[in-house]
């Protein structure tokens, strides 16, 4: 009986994770749906934004796949719309054709500037600090 105990609890805490992200990143999307963003737009803003050196602001696409909960293809389609919108650039490889790079325009880092105080504020009301 003790198992289904633990199994009962192990779900309970599992749904109250999914219930904390649901509920963030619909704060999150509703902060930022006046700019044109949503949450996962502004974390590729954010990780290109923060990107650390040698590449600086810019990072190959299959490097961002792992620090978003986005599936390759659903990731390449947000960069495409981003690069519709002006805000980051693609380029491929020069050393490996494969490979494509994504960056930050000037436009996508002045949104970038503008809706980072937005996103922390949403988070913080979402997460109550």
Not at 27 to 32: F, K, M, P
Not at 57 to 68: K, S, T
Not at 78 to 84: D, F, H, S, T
Request: charged share 25%; glycine share 8%; hydrophobic share 40%.
């Amino acid at each position: 009986m003790a198992g289904t105990t633990d199994e009962a609890r192990l779900e309970e805490r599992w749904r109250d994770i999914l219930a904390v992200h649901a509920r963030t990143q619909g704060e999150i999307d509703r902060a930022l749906h006046p700019y044109g963003l949503g949450a996962s737009d502004f974390e590729v803003l954010h990780l290109l934004a923060t990107a650390t050196p040698p590449s600086g602001e810019q990072c190959r696409v299959q490097n961002l796949v792992g620090r978003l909960h986005l599936s390759q293809s659903a990731l390449s389609r947000l960069i495409a719309r981003l690069e519709k919108n002006g805000l980051v650039e693609r380029s491929v490889c020069p050393t490996d054709r494969r490979g494509v790079y994504v960056q930050l325009t000037a436009r996508g880092r002045e949104l970038h500037t503008e809706t980072l105080p937005v996103q922390r504020a949403a988070l913080a009301r979402a997460l109550g600090d």
